[in-house]
């Protein structure tokens, strides 16, 4: 198989998918002709013409609500919102009609559509080009909300986003698109929105991250097993909203400790969700607090000072050594 960093991946995920299915149609800020900020659709305009990859005007409430009727009239469309920071301006089409069709017409009506945005910090950008904030969409029903945290599972989970009858908000971690490469196959392959995946087996405490937090946790895990022995299980999420807690809440009981990692701001984050689970169903296992190793509630500083907000492996294995001595 070959070696691909997360920017390859999802180029190849939306050109397999456009050669199999002529419904599918790609529309963003620079998508065509400069092939994305980040280059995710190079090539792609060359290869269908600008009928299916479509450069639209600096207007996201207008590209996301030119996607909800292409979706309405059968195709589907993958939007793609040039930073996650600039996607506040689609939400009233988001929220008001994407999740709400199918109930408003009872199910005769869905909204197959994507709407994919880079988000996160780490990457020394300006204002509005940093956030995490995927709680609010994962908070409105009739929306998925799905963050891969790998090269393969972007390509798996975007091809599962773009098959879905319903829409589908796909963060992508732009901190890892060209931070590291892993075998993908060229050959189909998907990944159910949903259901979260085994990172790291371990048997002393478990560790809940997604996105572009699934690294330092992973380096925090390594670092702890070298030096202390200590084995952490990794579950990565994968997909915020609709969440899978089956996993994570069977780890918990087999190593009775947790902590739960993401950039985004602590108060009403996804990780206040996971421990609400862990309560829910895992209580009576728990040996200690759970940690949480989060961003600040605050706006994301500038580059200056962004790797002090930033979960790094210091803050994410002190919090791991301090629940374990609890």
Same mark, same amino acid.
Do not use: H, M, Q, Y
């Given at each position: 198989m070959p070696k691909m960093n997360m920017v390859q991946?999802?180029?190849m995920a939306l050109r397999q998918e456009m050669e199999k299915d002529d419904s599918v149609i790609l529309l963003g800020e620079d998508v065509g002709r400069d092939g994305g900020v980040f280059r995710v659709t190079d090539g792609l305009l060359d290869k269908? &013409?600008?009928e299916r990859v479509v450069d639209t005007p600096l207007a996201e409430s207008a590209i996301a609500g030119f996607s909800i009727g292409m979706a309405i009239a059968g195709l589907r469309?993958?939007? $793609?919102m040039q930073f996650s920071g600039f996607s506040y301006f689609a939400f009233h089409q988001m929220e008001s009609h994407a999740s709400r069709m199918r109930q408003? %017409?009872? &199910?005769r009506v869905g909204v197959p559509m994507v709407m994919r945005a880079p988000y996160g910090g780490g990457v020394r950008a300006l204002e509005h080009h940093s956030e995490s904030r995927e709680v609010y969409w994962a908070h409105t029903p009739g929306l998925k909300m799905v963050i891969p945290s790998t090269p393969r599972t972007a390509r798996a989970l975007l091809v599962s986003?773009?098959?879905?009858?319903d829409p589908v908000v796909f963060y992508e971690p732009k901190a890892v698109y060209r931070a590291f490469r892993e075998e993908v196959p060229e050959e189909e392959e998907t990944f159910p929105i949903g259901k979260s995946r085994l990172a790291l087996e371990g048997k002393d405490i478990t560790v809940i991250s997604y996105g572009a937090m699934l690294r330092p946790t992973l380096e925090a895990a390594s670092e702890l097993k070298d030096k202390e022995g200590i084995e952490c299980e990794v579950v990565d999420l994968l997909t915020i909203?609709?969440?899978?807690?089956?996993?994570? %809440? $069977?780890?918990?009981?087999? %190593? &009775?400790r947790a902590v739960v990692v993401h950039e985004a701001p602590r108060s009403f984050g996804a990780g206040a969700e996971v421990v609400a689970r862990l309560v829910d169903k895992s209580f009576l296992y728990l040996e200690a607090p759970v940690r949480r190793v989060t961003g600040f509630?605050?706006?994301?500083p500038y580059y200056q000072r962004e790797q002090d907000y930033l979960p790094g492996v210091f803050r994410i294995a002190t919090a791991i050594r301090e629940t374990l001595e609890f």
């Open positions: 991946a999802i180029n269908f &013409g600008p469309p993958v939007c $793609e408003r %017409t009872l &199910g986003a773009i098959r879905d009858p909203s609709p969440l899978d807690d089956k996993l994570f %809440t $069977e780890s918990v009981r087999k %190593t &009775g509630d605050l706006v994301i």
